[in-house]
């Protein structure tokens, strides 16, 4: 295992800064995240922000003795293609990094993450136990920032929030944002077309889940990364490592992370209906991500009887083998994927006119705007 991490972070926006002052950060200030990680390894904290955010960030961490760098993106937001940003924004990231790539460990964090107290300590010791493991993906559920808010309060201590994987978990599932709770496909709520991140609701504690898009938590490149021909989801992963090296993190009983939402209201949601779900996710999955779909994810924080288990994961797999039979044998390609060159933003507002196309012809009806 190599002991060399960089951590990555893109940030900027005010929206963005006051989350990870808020939340982010203080998940990562527990004794098992940022200062076990920077205690036993060569640790770099890669803040990729605009110039007038700088000194906000070193004022915000400086007593925290992390090694930092500040990559400024001012430019690069102003010439590049809202779809490309974030990806792009990474890259730079990445790029800043003058050592030898294939011996750092690259972090991805978000901004609108929250990690479990003791996420990094159990990351690093996942590399430390399997020397072949160059990269790691992971499943996510989405909450309600403002539920959740209201949930940790009790969690705060001086100026860390100290939460284990598993309450993490009750908390999220008390806190689902819509994206994720229009997601589950034996649930009777009407369904999130949108959805990459497919779950199956097992009993009030425990549910499955199976991704397409996966978040590349980390990666120990096998070549110099030298290009971002992708987004980051799709390309990185299959260009700069290989499938024996990944590991798939498939439970919350040691570390777990959630994704912060605003909840918008959907309005893209219809009953379920798999051959026209099919026909969306066709539209931009790669043959990786149908890989990583097979990987079923069990997230829990009460314990279920193993025959309760076992037969919703049999109905889980007979649906999702239901999907995998409507998808096209070949992907769309990872390299210069068709949504890289457009300038619609897939994941965020503008509920992708492309799609909005797609389906406004297997319905048969107008589509609105996701808000």
């Given at each position: 295992?190599?002991?060399?991490?960089?951590?990555?972070?893109?940030?900027?926006?005010?929206?963005?800064?006051?989350?990870?002052?808020?939340?982010?950060?203080?998940?990562?200030?527990?004794?098992?995240?940022?200062?076990?990680?920077?205690?036993?390894?060569?640790?770099?904290?890669?803040?990729?922000?605009?110039?007038?955010?700088?000194?906000?960030?070193?004022?915000?961490?400086?007593?925290?003795?992390?090694?930092?760098?500040?990559?400024?993106?001012?430019?690069?937001?102003?010439?590049?293609?809202?779809?490309?940003?974030?990806?792009?924004?990474?890259?730079?990231?990445?790029?800043?990094?003058?050592?030898?790539?294939?011996?750092?460990?690259?972090?991805?964090?978000?901004?609108?993450?929250?990690?479990?107290?003791?996420?990094?300590?159990?990351?690093?010791?996942?590399?430390?136990?399997?020397?072949?493991?160059k990269c790691i993906?992971?499943?996510?559920?989405?909450?309600?920032?403002?539920?959740?808010?209201?949930?940790?309060?009790?969690?705060?201590?001086?100026?860390?929030?100290?939460?284990?994987?598993?309450?993490?978990?009750?908390?999220?599932?008390?806190?689902?944002a819509n994206f994720?709770?229009?997601?589950?496909?034996?649930?009777?709520?009407?369904?999130?077309?949108?959805?990459?991140?497919?779950?199956?609701?097992?009993?009030?504690?425990?549910?499955?889940?199976?991704?397409?898009?996966?978040?590349?938590?980390?990666?120990?490149?096998?070549?110099?990364?030298?290009?971002?021909?992708?987004?980051?989801?799709?390309?990185?992963?299959?260009?700069?490592?290989?499938?024996?090296?990944?590991?798939?993190?498939?439970?919350?009983?040691?570390?777990?992370?959630?994704?912060?939402?605003?909840?918008?209201?959907?309005?893209?949601?219809?009953?379920?209906?798999?051959?026209?779900?099919?026909?969306?996710?066709?539209?931009?999955?790669?043959?990786?991500?149908?890989?990583?779909?097979?990987?079923?994810?069990?997230?829990?924080?009460?314990?279920?009887?193993?025959?309760?288990?076992?037969?919703?994961?049999?109905?889980?797999?007979?649906?999702?083998?239901?999907?995998?039979?409507?998808?096209?044998?070949n992907g769309k390609?990872?390299?210069?994927?068709?949504?890289?060159?457009?300038?619609?933003?897939?994941?965020?507002?503008?509920?992708?006119?492309?799609?909005?196309?797609?389906?406004?012809?297997?319905?048969?009806?107008?589509?609105?705007?996701?808000?």
């Amino acid at each position: 295992m190599n002991k060399i991490y960089n951590i990555i972070i893109p940030l900027w926006g005010d929206k963005y800064i006051n989350r990870f002052e808020k939340f982010i950060l203080p998940s990562l200030l527990t004794k098992n995240n940022l200062f076990y990680l920077n205690k036993l390894y060569d640790v770099k904290i890669t803040f990729c922000t605009l110039n007038n955010n700088i000194n906000f960030l070193k004022n915000l961490l400086i007593k925290f003795n992390f090694k930092l760098k500040f990559v400024k993106i001012d430019e690069l937001i102003k010439k590049t293609k809202i779809r490309r940003l974030l990806h792009l924004v990474y890259f730079k990231g990445i790029k800043s990094e003058v050592r030898d790539h294939k011996k750092v460990n690259f972090l991805f964090l978000n901004s609108d993450d929250f990690f479990s107290n003791n996420y990094l300590k159990e990351i690093s010791l996942i590399l430390k136990k399997n020397k072949n493991i160059k990269c790691i993906l992971e499943n996510k559920i989405l909450v309600d920032q403002k539920k959740f808010s209201e949930k940790i309060s009790t969690y705060r201590y001086n100026k860390a929030i100290s939460i284990n994987s598993k309450k993490l978990l009750e908390i999220g599932l008390k806190s689902l944002a819509n994206f994720s709770k229009f997601s589950f496909l034996n649930l009777k709520n009407k369904f999130n077309y949108n959805s990459y991140c497919l779950y199956w609701k097992v009993n009030e504690y425990n549910l499955l889940c199976s991704g397409f898009l996966l978040h590349p938590v980390l990666i120990r490149p096998k070549k110099k990364i030298t290009k971002m021909n992708g987004f980051l989801d799709y390309f990185l992963v299959p260009e700069y490592s290989n499938r024996k090296n990944i590991k798939i993190l498939l439970s919350n009983k040691k570390l777990f992370r959630i994704g912060l939402s605003n909840n918008e209201n959907l309005k893209f949601i219809y009953n379920f209906d798999i051959k026209k779900y099919s026909t969306v996710v066709n539209s931009w999955v790669t043959n990786d991500h149908k890989y990583y779909s097979n990987f079923i994810s069990h997230f829990s924080y009460k314990s279920v009887s193993k025959k309760k288990l076992l037969n919703a994961k049999k109905l889980f797999i007979l649906k999702l083998k239901q999907i995998h039979e409507k998808l096209n044998l070949n992907g769309k390609p990872y390299n210069n994927h068709p949504y890289w060159g457009s300038n619609k933003n897939f994941y965020t507002k503008g509920i992708k006119n492309y799609i909005r196309k797609i389906i406004n012809i297997i319905f048969r009806k107008k589509i609105y705007y996701v808000r």
